[in-house]
């Protein structure tokens, strides 16, 4: 009996940045960012850039670029930011991510974490932080096939592909 339909894909590395700050930090990171950040945990946008940022608390936020865009980016907000209490941190050796992508993606997933993945409530766009087979992952809907990308800390890299490969195998013993 076959596995799930789902396929696993490590992506390559990305840029990271924390981001913490009040009111004006928010409006400063506005600002230089051309876009509105989010104000509450778990919610995600996306800016003209392509750039992703996920909002941890209504003062935190991680910066999701390309790699190798991190340092001049956090050069320019630290700039624009350098009358102000802040914490900006490149982070980007702190994060690796994973693709689960195919028609069985969602069962898949759910074998791991504790929140609802139904499309009603966790749909394109949505985004959770959240346990994930005995770690912690950011989990982000990109599509309705369904697409995840699976952000764990980069030393669970491996331990995280590995999990998913034997979730992957799961449903050959559900008839069992």
């Not at 608390?57 to 670029?65: A, G, K, M």
């Not at 690796?96 to 499309?119: C, K, N, T, W, Y």
């Not at 980069?154 to 013993?173: E, K």
Request: glycine share 6%; hydrophobic share 40%.
């Amino acid at each position: 009996m076959a596995g799930y339909d789902a396929t696993i894909e490590v992506l390559p590395n990305s840029g990271f940045l924390d981001l913490q700050g009040d009111a004006a930090v928010r409006q400063v990171l506005d600002d230089a960012l051309e876009t509105s950040l989010p104000m509450a945990a778990n919610c995600l946008v996306r800016t003209s850039d392509n750039h992703l940022i996920y909002c941890i608390s209504p003062d935190h936020w991680i910066l999701q670029v390309d790699d190798g865009q991190q340092s001049e980016l956090l050069d320019l907000l630290e700039r624009e930011a350098r009358d102000l209490s802040h914490s900006f941190v490149d982070v980007s050796d702190m994060y690796a991510q994973i693709r689960l992508s195919g028609l069985e993606a969602r069962h898949v997933l759910a074998q791991g974490v504790s929140i609802d993945l139904h499309p009603r409530v966790f749909s394109p766009g949505s985004t959770a932080r959240t346990g994930f087979a005995k770690t912690t992952a950011q989990l982000y809907c990109v599509d309705n096939t369904p697409t995840y990308i699976i952000t764990v800390y980069s030393s669970y890299r491996q331990y995280a592909v590995d999990w998913l490969q034997i979730a992957l195998g799961a449903n050959r013993f559900a008839d069992n």
